[in-house]
């Protein structure tokens, strides 16, 4: 297994503070329930192309970092990013033999269990009502998925990043 160099830890590092501060971005209310979830779909994407570099470590580490910055509780987005780090580590495999359509599927699923855990540890915190737009953010993902794994595939083979 060869070791990854600087560029691309430097390569890996900033695409995920990339999506962190999409993830952060400031919109206004009624556009919140459409941002997809930037940082979850990065995640996925390098935990299934790297697996042994990039894990729930990783999750956990941008998880806190998304907690202290959006004021939620401690550990809510850690957990959260984690278990979609772990989950993506069970499905790796089987995941880079499907084709685009069919991981932006399986998408759509990882993020919506996630998105399920995040909406009922909430309502564990606090008054907070589920309804179903929670789902919209993993939608959109999906639907995202294909031109973000080909934009990052390009970045990858630029960098010559493996």
Same mark, same amino acid.
């Given at each position: 297994?060869?070791?990854?160099?600087? !560029?691309?830890?430097l390569?890996?590092?900033?695409?995920?503070?990339?999506?962190l501060?999409l993830?952060?971005?400031?919109?206004? #209310?009624?556009?919140l329930?459409?941002r997809?979830?930037?940082?979850?779909?990065?995640?996925?994407?390098?935990?299934m192309?790297?697996?042994?570099? /990039?894990?729930?470590f990783?999750? *956990?580490?941008?998880?806190?970092?998304? #907690?202290l910055i959006?004021?939620?509780p401690?550990?809510?987005?850690?957990?959260? $990013?984690?278990?979609?780090?772990?989950?993506? +580590? $069970?499905?790796?495999q !089987?995941? !880079?033999?499907?084709?685009?359509?069919? %991981?932006?599927? $399986? @998408?759509? /699923?990882?993020?919506?269990? /996630? %998105?399920?855990v #995040?909406?009922?540890?909430?309502?564990? *915190?606090?008054? *907070?009502?589920?309804?179903? +737009?929670?789902l919209l953010?993993?939608? @959109?993902?999906?639907?995202?998925w294909?031109?973000?794994f080909?934009?990052? %595939?390009?970045?990858? !083979?630029r *960098?010559a990043?493996?």
């Open positions: 297994m060869a070791v990854m160099g600087l !560029r691309g830890y390569l890996v590092w900033s695409t995920l503070l990339l999506a501060c993830q952060v971005m400031p919109l206004a #209310d009624k556009w329930m459409w997809p979830d930037w940082l979850g779909l990065m995640l996925v994407y390098w935990c192309v790297m697996p042994q570099r /990039v894990g729930v990783h999750g *956990f580490l941008l998880g806190i970092l998304l #907690d959006e004021g939620s401690l550990g809510l987005n850690a957990l959260t $990013l984690s278990l979609l780090a772990f989950l993506v +580590a $069970l499905v790796y !089987r995941m !880079r033999a499907y084709s685009l359509v069919q %991981q932006a599927v $399986l @998408i759509f /699923v990882l993020l919506g269990i /996630v %998105q399920l #995040d909406q009922w540890l909430m309502t564990l *915190f606090g008054p *907070f009502s589920i309804h179903l +737009a929670f953010p993993s939608l @959109i993902g999906a639907v995202l294909p031109w973000l080909t934009m990052l %595939q390009a970045l990858r !083979r *960098f990043v493996s």
